[in-house]
């Protein structure tokens, strides 16, 4: 194993450690956000969101979304060397996996179901964000303003809009080299736009300030990665499938 390698996959080691005790942060961030100081004593309490609310519907599905693609991110790191993909890669799975703890957090401080019976993915949205004017992000990619909610009929693992299906996944386990990194930024891209939608999805539709902030922030860096996939599949003489 080269020096390089291994410092690699100390970074990616260090990186789940990391990525742990962000969790464990937001979960905190969020408690403390609650409200328990002496000055707000006298204050209303927070409404909880209903469990077939956009809040918890977004924090139940994203969460899943996210999960995904630290999955796709953690099989890539060991089917390429590239360091511009594994930089990536890595990058995401960090950044998703904090995310994903928070949204988690909120569920358990709202003492909600992870995952509700008889909620189907994305039923959140099903009232559409069309005509959305959120301080020019209108025309992100994948916001084609029909809602994601309305008609997106799960397969093969996949079970919300831009999701990977089991059999795009084991190709991805199979594949090396150049083709592992294009097959792993078409899949990412599609996972982008997914969750770019839903989280416009969510800036328009949720209540909790806190919540809603996040949302944009992730349409804001997801269209970011969006474009820097972009240009590194044009790199490897390739493009986005869709």
């Known amino acids: 194993m080269t020096a390089v390698r291994r410092r690699r996959r100390a970074e990616w080691a260090a990186g789940s450690a990391v990525a742990l005790a962000l969790l464990l942060a937001g979960v905190a961030t969020v408690a403390s ?5 002496t000055d707000r004593a006298t204050a209303p309490a927070p409404r909880t969101p209903a469990v077939d609310s956009a809040d918890a519907g977004f924090a139940r599905d994203m969460a899943v979304h996210h999960q995904q693609a630290v999955e796709m991110s953690f099989i890539v790191r060991d089917r390429t060397q ?25 569920l358990d401080l709202w ?3 992870k995952a509700a019976a008889g909620q189907e993915p994305m039923a959140w949205m099903a009232g559409g964000h069309g005509g959305h004017t959120m301080d020019g992000m209108d025309g992100m990619a994948g916001t084609d303003g029909t809602g994601a909610g309305s008609g997106y009929r799960a397969h093969d693992g996949s079970l919300m809009p831009g999701m990977a299906t089991r059999t795009e996944l084991d190709r991805l386990r199979g594949a090396s080299g150049r083709e592992a990194e294009v097959l792993y930024l078409q899949l990412m891209t599609d996972h982008h736009k997914g969750g770019v939608d839903m989280a416009l999805g969510c800036a328009r539709l949720c209540t909790v300030k806190v919540e809603k902030r996040l949302a944009r922030g992730m349409a804001e ?22």
């Open 33 to 37: 956000a609650r409200g328990d100081d």
């Open 111 to 113: 003492e909600l179901p």
């Open 221 to 242: 860096a997801q269209q970011s990665e969006l474009d820097t996939m972009a240009g590194m599949l044009a790199a490897r003489g390739a493009k986005p499938r869709s």
């Open 82 to 106: 590239d360091e511009e993909v594994r930089r990536l890669a890595y990058d995401i799975a960090n950044t998703q996996a904090n995310q994903r703890g928070m949204m988690l957090g909120w």
